[in-house]
C-alpha cells in the first residue's frame, strides 16, 4: 500500500515553516557577510516556499532530492539542506551559522547512540561528524569502544550509512572510507583549503570578521567565535575556530581551523592546523591531507613554532562551566 500524497503528515514540515528556515539562513549569511549571490539565492527561495500551493515536503519525500530541485529557485544546495531538513527536523548550516555545533548531539543522532556513548566516542576517538563516525565502523575502532561490541557497531554502521544514503553527498564521504581514494572534485584542492585558513586567521587577529556566540564552552554567552564565508573556484566555504571539547582541551583553539566546503549539493569539511612534530613541524596542514600539502613547498608554511602558537592561546574557562 503506497502512501496517500494528501496524507498531512508527509507535508510536514510546511512551506511556511520552511520559508522561515531559509529566510533565517539567509539574514545570518548577510549578517556574517557572505556572498550577496548565496544570500539572494536563499531568499529566493523563501519566496517561493511561501507562494507555493504545493507542499515542498510532500516533493521530498515522494521524489527525493531530483524532485525538488526542478522547483523554480531551488538549486542542488538548497535541495540538499531542504532534504536534510524533512527528514531530520533540522540542518547542519543552521546549526553552524548560529554557534549551536555540538558533536555529541550529532552523534546521538544515531540509533543504538544515546548521550553516554556519544560523549565517549568523541571523547575517546576524537569523532566530530557522521563521516568520521562511518570511517570508525568499519576500521574497528568504534566496536573497540567499552560500551560497544562487534554486534552494536554493526548496527550503527548500517544506520550511519542509511542517515548517509539520503544524501547526494555520500559520494565525497565515500573518499574517507580506508583504502578509497580522494575524490578531488569532491574537495577543494589543499591550496584554496590552506589560503582560505590564512585568510581566516589573519582577519581573525585584526578583528575584521563578524563574530558568533557559540552555545558551548560559552557560559557568559560572549561573542567571541570569528566566522569567515567566502567563495572559490565554486566552492561557499566557511571558516571557524574548532570550538569542541578536543580543542579546548588540547589548547587549541586558537590554532584548529574547521573549513566547511560545499559546492551544488556536494558538501564536507576539513580542519587545518599547525603540526607539532614530524617532517611538517611548523606548518598548517589539513589533517588528512598532509601528503598534498607537502606538494607545495610554500604553501602552509608557519613563520611562528607551534609552541608560539599555544603561548597565543587566551585562558580558557574550566571544565564544566560550559
Avoid at 71 to 84: H, K, V, W, Y
Wanted: hydrophobic letters at 35%.
Amino acid at each position: 500500500m503506497t502512501d496517500d500524497p494528501g496524507d498531512p503528515r508527509l507535508q510536514r514540515p510546511d512551506n511556511a515553516e520552511i520559508a522561515d528556515l531559509l529566510d533565517r539562513i539567509a539574514n545570518l549569511l548577510d549578517t556574517q557577510d557572505d556572498n550577496f549571490y548565496r544570500v539572494r539565492a536563499y531568499r529566493n527561495a523563501a519566496r517561493y516556499a511561501r507562494e507555493s500551493t504545493a507542499s515542498l515536503a510532500a516533493v521530498v519525500r515522494e521524489r527525493g532530492r531530483p524532485g525538488i530541485e526542478t522547483l523554480p529557485g531551488i538549486g542542488r544546495s538548497i535541495a540538499t539542506l531542504l532534504d536534510e531538513y524533512v527528514h531530520t527536523g533540522r540542518t547542519r548550516l543552521l546549526d553552524r551559522l548560529e554557534g549551536q555545533v555540538s558533536p555529541e548531539d550529532l552523534l546521538s543522532s544515531v540509533p543504538g547512540i544515546g548521550e553516554v556513548i556519544a560523549q565517549r566516542i568523541h571523547e575517546e576517538l576524537g569523532i566530530e561528524t557522521l563521516e568520521a563516525l562511518e570511517v570508525a565502523a568499519h576500521d574497528g575502532r568504534l566496536e573497540g569502544l567499552a560500551g560497544i561490541g562487534a554486534r552494536r557497531a554493526s548496527a550503527i554502521r548500517d544506520s550511519v550509512a542509511a542517515i548517509l544514503d539520503r544524501s547526494t553527498r555520500r559520494r565525497a564521504r565515500q573518499r574517507q572510507l580506508p583504502k578509497l581514494p580522494l575524490r578531488r572534485d569532491h574537495a577543494p584542492d589543499v591550496a584554496t583549503l590552506l589560503a582560505v585558513d590564512a585568510e581566516y586567521r589573519a582577519k581573525a587577529e585584526a578583528g575584521e570578521l563578524k563574530t558568533i556566540t557559540p552555545r558551548r564552552f560559552n557560559p557568559d554567552r560572549v561573542a567571541w567565535l570569528p566566522i569567515l564565508h567566502t567563495t572559490r573556484d565554486g566552492w561557499s566555504l566557511t571558516a571557524i575556530f574548532s570550538n569542541t571539547a578536543r580543542a579546548h582541551q588540547l589548547g587549541t583553539t586558537r590554532d584548529w581551523v574547521v573549513i566547511y566546503y560545499e559546492r551544488e549539493g556536494d558538501e564536507d569539511q576539513c580542519t587545518v592546523v599547525t603540526a607539532r612534530r614530524g617532517p611538517f613541524a611548523g606548518r598548517r596542514v589539513v589533517r588528512g591531507r598532509e601528503w598534498e600539502c607537502a606538494a607545495n613547498s610554500d604553501a602552509g608554511r608557519e613563520t611562528r613554532t607551534p609552541e608560539a602558537v599555544v603561548a597565543d592561546q587566551p585562558q580558557l574557562p574550566r571544565r564544566g562551566r560550559g
